[in-house]
């Protein structure tokens, strides 16, 4: 009798568990959706117009430093937002190597009306969390990231799904994690 009440008290954590992890997955699913419809953009995408726009000013590497991307990453999504004249390059006028981002009119407007970014909003609800709290979570989801066999995987600290330089704003899934038909 004891062993059924401790193993369901187990399958009810692991169930707590998941429901908790699905609640972060689709959280951060249909916020990408609802930035999609509302601005067309992806997370990255605005996350790096707002970088832009607090900055001034900016190179790319300065950019890439500030949101943990490559280079790469960062001109590629770079080179999506110019086509769709959110942003402009310009060399630097003293030192040519340098080549800065800056918004056009359109790319602030498009700020204006963006949602706010989600990991925006984590921000500062964690902000306020206790540093035992902060310690607590990060340790626990670090913990999980390890029984997933995901802590090898390259992760940037942006709250979106897919390919951070993605052209649309759907995503396809990995192979691994396609339905078999």
Do not use: C
């Not at 008290?9 to 699913?29: G, K, M, Q, W, Y």
């Not at 963006?114 to 709290?133: C, S, T």
């Not at 340790?139 to 999980?144: A, E, I, P």
Request: proline share 3%; charged share 30%; no cysteine.
């Amino acid at each position: 009798m004891y062993l059924l009440a401790e193993e369901d008290s187990f399958l009810n954590h692991i169930d707590e568990v998941l429901v908790a992890l699905r609640r972060v997955i689709r959280a951060t699913d249909l916020h990408s959706k609802h930035l999609s419809k509302t601005t067309g953009l992806t997370s990255p995408q605005i996350l790096l117009l707002h970088t832009i726009r607090e900055k001034g000013e900016v190179t790319i590497g300065e950019i890439a430093q500030d949101m943990s991307l490559s280079q790469a990453t960062v001109t590629t999504i770079l080179d999506r937002l110019e086509k769709r004249k959110l942003v402009f390059r310009e060399r630097s006028k003293e030192d040519k190597r340098k080549v800065h981002a800056y918004l056009t009119d359109q790319g602030h407007d498009i700020l204006k009306t963006a949602p706010v970014p989600l990991q925006d909003q984590f921000k500062r609800h964690f902000a306020d969390l206790q540093e035992w709290e902060k310690t607590m979570i990060i340790s626990s989801l670090q913990r999980v990231a390890q029984m997933m066999d995901a802590e090898h995987i390259d992760a940037s600290p942006l709250l979106d799904i897919g390919m951070l330089d993605r052209q649309e704003t759907s995503y396809d899934l990995p192979e691994a994690f396609q339905e078999k038909k």
